[in-house]
């Protein structure tokens, strides 16, 4: 019997940044809830981002955010997986010295930027609704960092993420997010350690899990759910470890809830 959906927002319950989630997704979160199927969105956003999309429904959900590295649960952080200071101010050195990125430096509460760009910094701010903090130094941030995220304006270049994996590689966890976004996180740190955990303090089961995905940062997630869910579009390693194929993700809730409890 299901009990746990996770799913991730962008390219899966998104198309565009800015769009609004379909309010229809919460009438069926709800439906889901009064069978007992708890739900959790798991995405590469900051925890105010996902809280601020997924308002109507408020700490009656879980919050996996930062690509796995925080696992919000009843309004409380119950899981944080935090980069080693030294290291990762090494790496955020190494990105500061690269020109054609911008560094994000991804806390619990805010995202903390050296912006070179600060057309770049207002519309990540305010045009996407972001909660920044600027910074002179990397002394400045006084909270654990969770996340690096470097920002290609031209779209990711594997020739820069070449060296910075090359040398930072073995000691972080990196992925391609997005297009234009690559992102580091303490070593074993993704969506699939931060279900795992959820699944624990649920005593939830894979085979009692349906996940959604379209990226190389949801494999690890949708590999930890029986039901799990590419969209049509997701690259095709993604594909492999998925079960189903989805084109709209509130049509294919609204079919497993009419499988599981209406059939």
Not at 113 to 128: A, D, Q, S, T
């Amino acid at each position: 019997m299901l009990k746990l959906i996770t799913c991730d927002v962008d390219g899966t319950l998104l198309k565009n940044y800015n769009d609004d989630i379909n309010t229809k997704l919460f009438e069926v979160i709800d439906k889901f809830l009064q069978k007992d199927v708890f739900f959790s969105v798991a995405s590469g956003r900051q925890l105010w981002d996902l809280k601020r999309l997924f308002k109507p429904v408020g700490d009656k959900i879980g919050y996996i955010a930062e690509n796995g590295s925080l696992v919000e649960y009843k309004n409380k952080i119950i899981y944080k997986s935090k980069m080693d200071l030294e290291l990762y101010r090494k790496l955020a050195k190494k990105v500061l010295d690269i020109d054609e990125v911008e560094l994000f430096l991804c806390a619990e509460t805010t995202t903390y930027m050296i912006p070179r760009n600060k057309e770049l910094y207002k519309h990540i701010g305010k045009e996407i609704n972001n909660h920044l903090t600027e910074i002179k130094t990397l002394e400045e941030i006084k909270e654990d960092i969770v996340k690096i995220s470097i920002f290609f304006k031209d779209g990711v270049d594997e020739n820069i993420v070449k060296i910075l994996v090359s040398e930072f590689g073995q000691v972080f966890k990196h992925c391609k997010s997005d297009k234009l976004w690559y992102d580091f996180m303490a070593k074993n740190t993704h969506k699939g350690t931060a279900i795992e955990f959820l699944q624990q303090k649920l005593g939830i089961t894979k085979e009692q899990t349906a996940s959604f995905g379209d990226n190389f940062n949801d494999i690890e997630m949708l590999r930890d759910a029986k039901y799990s869910y590419a969209m049509e579009d997701a690259h095709q390693d993604v594909k492999k470890v998925s079960r189903y194929i989805c084109k709209d993700v509130v049509e294919s809730l609204e079919e497993l809830y009419k499988e599981m409890f209406e059939n």
